[in-house]
């Protein structure tokens, strides 16, 4: 049996519905041991689209009520990961929210949420994670040139937290907890999303995939919600209350 990920209304914004929500407490499967992760395409509902892992070794475990009532994937920060073939949205603007618990071992470098490559190259990705200081980035590789913004709030061990990523086209916010970032640059705070870049083939969960795969994530994931523009304010705030 498969582990159906319900696209439940709750996650839905006013006047705003996600390109995808990926919501790990159903139950109704398990991805250790190598059942699909399934989620309905909200913009096209004949089409079912699913994460993976075929490799068993590095298939996350099931956590039941990893973060009160919500279960989910638990990745090692070794090599987990689940992954999707495809590019899932195609946007150049975009919201992404997850909720997360962060693994027990001290930070030590760059740990990735959430990423999206070509995997054939070394640079074209779009990653979401932890540095090493235990702070959320977004780092964007377009043809060579990377660009990458940092937030302020020093995340701590074996602790829940919901995370808010955005982009208006021209610019990246960032809020951990409902709480606006204050942003340290890296070359610029360019904007850059999923449709910006080239040759994209894949999404991931835990890991970042290109030629090879790198910067894994040690933690829990119980919620990915993904839109395909920036939403208000009051729009991430009826997310990041649904995903608690």
Known sequence: SAQVLELSQGSNATGATPVAHYKFDELFGDPSNGEPVLEWDTQSPTTLRQFNQFTSSKRPTETINAIGS??????????????YSGTLSTSTT?????RIKTGASAFAAD???????????VNEYLQVGIDSAGKVFIEVNDSGTVHRVTGNTVLSVSTAYTI???SNDTAWSIRVNGVAQTLT?????????????????SVTLGILKL???????????TDVVLYSSELTASQKLQVEAYVQ
């Open 94 to 98: 975009g919201d992404l929210t997850l």
């Open 211 to 221: 030629t090879s795969e790198t910067e894994p994530f040690q933690g829990t994931i």
């Open 185 to 201: 640059v890296t070359t610029a705070n360019s904007g850059k999303w999923l449709g910006d870049l080239t040759g994209r083939d």
């Open 164 to 166: 808010n990523v955005s």
């Open 111 to 121: 740990q990735t949420l959430f990423g999206s490559a070509d995997e054939a190259a």
């Open 70 to 83: 919500r279960s989910g994937p638990t990745f090692d920060g070794f090599d987990d990961s689940l992954q």
